[in-house]
């Protein structure tokens, strides 16, 4: 694959950021494409390696050598059918996925690994701009009909694979736009919502029915679902974890959906400026080391915040891949996001102990401890608080990014869906049908909070067995392309 030796010709290259002073007066995508010819030079990297782990890797089981070494001969269109093959939204990976195919690829043993990633991107924008990307209707209808509750990447794979199946397709949205997590949880410098428009628009030329503002079990009675032969819940994780300290019920204390949210819905209606929650000119902290506490980094410094600190529980990570974690598998080491390269005080093993508040119960600070983890084989790690490390931070509003602890209750409870041990919906590993036949369940509402590949492939997987269960047997794909070798 590729050209022969080109990875020993050829660097690593992706996309130029703009610089952080001019990215931050603004809430556009700030990257700009490497040229076509120099993006043909990196498709020219991958290195024929025989047995390649890029696609092991990828929860999606992405043929990455094929299109590759499409890109490699200026093949763009046999490129997209190969990217489209197995994963529905390139566009939406190509900008958000951490990437665990570039982690597992063989050149990354001795040299900076092929640039899969942006080569993704670059294939599926080509794509769109050739005008390759057209809705593809199905040969004929089923007569059966399938709801989706939830638009997110698991639920927009779902439909879209269903709906190829010939079924119809009606997805449930309680938002007032399609794209659940992509819409409002992540930021318009991450991904501006023209991308998400631009495939729901395709979708619906497919002819998938969408119905916003329909919360199923709140004003959309969970008795419409028997309308429908078969029901597929891709409603994410979005029960967000809290900090029970004294102090959390303070004024300038939110959750970082709810910062994040306000924001992105009023790039789109001047109305819901008001409504921000506004960091300009104030001490930000932000609590938790992940994507979304990144993102709510990047917001705060585009508003304009006099400081932006962050604390994570966890240690430092190592700058290179830990020893722990060898390749193939994903690396342990630190992580700078383009959001903290704009401006960040990050900080390790804090943890917040109380929220400081005035007689008005506004915000003014908070206290933290330092800690350690004390590891004992065979036992969960133990949190240790380090004596005499008490800390008073000043600070204006905290942001809460401690991830999401599962699913709402409000669906399952009124379905009468079991529960894990983890609160996620109970499903079979195998066919994502729940313990009630007819209704499966994917994403992160199965699986709990993890990756937009793995909403997608999961997406994908549910929408076979549902055809399976509708029809007797299915000619969607089984799973994902290592599930096929393996099948």
């Known amino acids: ?42 498709g020219s990297r991958c290195m024929d390696c025989g047995i390649p782990f890029c696609h092991s890797g990828c929860p999606l089981g992405n043929y990455i050598p094929d299109f590759n070494d499409m890109v490699h001969k200026g093949e763009w269109h046999k490129a997209l059918e190969i990217l489209h093959a197995t994963n529905n939204f390139p566009e939406f990976t190509g900008r958000l996925c951490p990437a665990p195919c570039e982690k597992a690829c063989v050149l990354g043993i001795i040299d900076k690994p092929v640039s899969i990633e942006n080569i993704e991107k670059y294939i599926v924008e080509k794509g769109f701009e050739n005008g390759w990307i057209e809705p593809r209707l199905p040969k004929y209808r089923t007569g059966k009909t399938v709801a989706v509750v939830g638009s997110g990447p698991a639920g927009l794979a779902a439909a879209q694979q269903l709906n190829r199946a010939g079924h119809s397709v009606t997805v449930f949205e309680r938002a007032d736009k399609i794209g659940g997590l992509l819409r409002y949880g992540i930021p318009n410098f991450k991904l501006e919502k023209e991308i998400i428009d631009r495939r729901v628009a395709i979708l619906e030329a497919e002819g998938i029915t969408f119905i916003t503002n ?115 598998f994903w690396p342990l080491e630190l992580k700078t996001s383009t959001s903290h390269e704009e401006g960040c005080d990050r900080n390790w093993l804090i943890n917040t102990k109380e929220f400081i508040k005035n007689e008005k119960g506004e915000l003014t600070a908070l206290k933290t401890v330092e800690v350690e983890w004390k590891i004992i084989p065979g036992e969960r790690p133990q949190l240790i608080e380090k004596e005499e490390t008490e800390k008073i931070w000043s600070c204006d509003l905290v942001f809460l990014a401690l991830g999401f602890t599962g699913p709402e209750k409000t669906l399952p409870e009124q379905l009468g869906l079991e529960l894990d041990f983890r609160t996620n919906i109970k499903a079979s590993t195998y066919s994502y049908e729940t313990n009630v036949p007819g209704i499966f369940v994917a994403g992160d509402m199965r699986r709990g909070q993890s990756l937009i590949v793995w909403a997608i492939s999961e997406g994908r997987q549910a929408a076979h067995h549902v055809d399976a269960y509708l029809m007797g047997s299915s000619s969607l794909p089984l799973k994902d392309a290592n599930d096929l070798l393996s099948a």
């Not at 508003?303 to 700058?319: L, Q």
Request: glycine share 10%.
């Open 1 to 42: 694959m590729g050209e022969l030796g080109g990875f020993k010709k050829y660097q690593r290259k992706q996309e130029i950021n703009t610089a952080v002073k001019n990215r931050l007066t603004n809430f556009k995508e700030f990257t700009t494409p490497l040229a076509t010819k120099e993006q043909q030079k990196q």
């Open 214 to 328: 329909a919360h199923v079990g709140v004003n959309v009675a969970v008795d419409e679902l028997k309308e429908f032969d078969a029901v597929v819940l891709c409603g994410g994780a979005t029960k967000a974890r809290s900090l029970p300290i004294a102090g959390s019920d303070a004024k300038g204390v939110y959750q970082a959906m709810e910062f994040l949210t306000k924001q992105t819905k009023a790039l789109f209606d001047k109305e819901l400026e008001k409504e921000i929650i506004n960091a300009k000119g104030k001490d930000i902290i932000v609590i938790g080391g992940g994507d979304t506490g990144s993102d709510c980094i990047g917001t705060s410094n585009r508003h304009g915040a006099k400081s932006v600190t962050n604390f994570e529980i966890m240690p430092k990570p190592p700058k290179a891949r830990s020893a722990k974690t060898p390749w193939p």
